[in-house]
C-alpha cells in the first residue's frame, strides 16, 4: 500500500520544501511553526532554515493550500483536500477511458498470420 508522506526516499532537491510540509501536516496536524520546522529537519536530514519553512508556510496560507486554526498552528485546508480527490478522481476516469480505447485500437491493428 502507497503510504502518503513516506520521506525515506525524499532528498532536498528532489522534493520541495511546500510538498514536505504538506507531507508532514498529512502525519500529524495542527502544527506549529517551530514544531513543523524541527519535523522537516529530522525526516529529510535537510539543512533547511527556519525562514524558508515560515516562507513556504505564509505562501502555502495564501494560496488557501493551509489553514490556521485558533491556536495559529497549521493544517492542511479541508477544501482544497476535497479539490484534489476530485481531480484525482477526474484523472482516473479519464486515464481509465484512456487505457481502454488506447487497448482497443491494439487490437484492432493486429494482423493475424
Same mark, same amino acid.
Request: hydrophobic share 40%; no cysteine.
Given at each position: 500500500?502507497?503510504?502518503?508522506?513516506?520521506? *525515506?526516499?525524499?532528498?532536498?532537491?528532489? /522534493?520541495?520544501? @511546500?510538498? &514536505?510540509?504538506?507531507?508532514?501536516?498529512?502525519? =500529524?496536524?495542527? $502544527?506549529?511553526?517551530?514544531?513543523? /520546522? /524541527? !519535523?522537516? !529537519?529530522?525526516?529529510?536530514?535537510?539543512?533547511?532554515?527556519?525562514?524558508?519553512?515560515? @516562507?513556504? $508556510? %505564509? $505562501?502555502?496560507? %495564501?494560496?488557501?493550500?493551509?489553514? *490556521?486554526?485558533? =491556536? %495559529? *498552528?497549521?493544517?492542511?485546508?479541508?477544501?482544497? &483536500?476535497?479539490?484534489?480527490?476530485? #481531480?484525482? &478522481? #477526474?484523472? *482516473?476516469?479519464? /486515464?481509465?477511458? %484512456?487505457? @481502454?480505447?488506447?487497448?482497443?485500437?491494439?487490437?484492432?491493428?493486429?494482423?493475424?498470420?
Amino acid at each position: 500500500m502507497l503510504e502518503i508522506g513516506s520521506f *525515506k526516499s525524499m532528498h532536498n532537491a528532489e /522534493y520541495p520544501t @511546500k510538498e &514536505l510540509i504538506i507531507s508532514v501536516l498529512f502525519q =500529524e496536524w495542527p $502544527l506549529a511553526t517551530s514544531e513543523i /520546522y /524541527y !519535523r522537516v !529537519r529530522r525526516v529529510n536530514g535537510s539543512e533547511i532554515t527556519y525562514q524558508a519553512i515560515h @516562507k513556504q $508556510l %505564509k $505562501l502555502l496560507l %495564501k494560496n488557501s493550500i493551509l489553514v *490556521k486554526n485558533n =491556536e %495559529k *498552528k497549521y493544517l492542511v485546508n479541508e477544501q482544497w &483536500l476535497e479539490w484534489i480527490m476530485s #481531480q484525482a &478522481l #477526474q484523472l *482516473k476516469r479519464e /486515464y481509465s477511458t %484512456k487505457s @481502454k480505447r488506447t487497448n482497443y485500437n491494439l487490437v484492432e491493428n493486429v494482423v493475424l498470420v
